[in-house]
């Protein structure tokens, strides 16, 4: 069935370094992904997002790749703060009957950031 | 920015009794309300797409009769857990969606603990 999942559950990285979030998505039919972080408690809050016809876009610290061919997508986070420190996932976005964008959730990776 | 804001932000409740949830877009007309369903550790499951004026659309497994939803104005949907149980207990995110928006913006989640 549609799946949209994590390689990694937990990233433990030291402060000052990169991080790469990894997401595998098996609906070549989708068009559109976006990364969320959810800080302990908290809703999603929305990070960056990227379309299909590009394959990478940047944003602060940020950025996006897509890879359609391996159905891959990746967020980067440069010189990881503690801020960081939180659940992300990857999300793709499907039509909703009656309009609207129907989001399908990654597992999520768990990012620690380590002083 | 888009924002979403839920009331009350955690509820405990008796089992047997109903809980009402809201969800309010501030500062846009959401056509397109989502509620979600998230279990600790746990990604986002979608529970129905509402939009404004119409029924709202549910996914395969989630009671329609149980868990009511309702997308009265184009700032304001509300859930209603009916007949609440123990294993209802969880965090519920609501998400919006605007005419000019073309993703998500979620709100900060509702703690329910059903006794």
Redesign the interface.
Known sequence: GENVGLHLPTLSVQEGDNSIINCAYSNSASD?F?W?KQES??????II?IRSNMDKRQGQRVTVLLNKTVKHLSLQIAATQPGDSAVY?CAE?KG?????????????TQLKVEL | GAVVSQHPSWVICKSGTSVKIECRSLDFQATTMFWYRQFPKQSLMLMATSNEGSKATYEQGVEKDKFLINHASLTLSTLTVTSAHPEDSSFYICSAEGLAEETQYFGPGTRLLVL
């Open positions: 559109y976006i969320y408690g908290k809703g999603p809050q929305f997002d996932f976005n909703a009957p009656g309009g609207g964008n129907k989001l399908t959730f990654g597992t999520g």
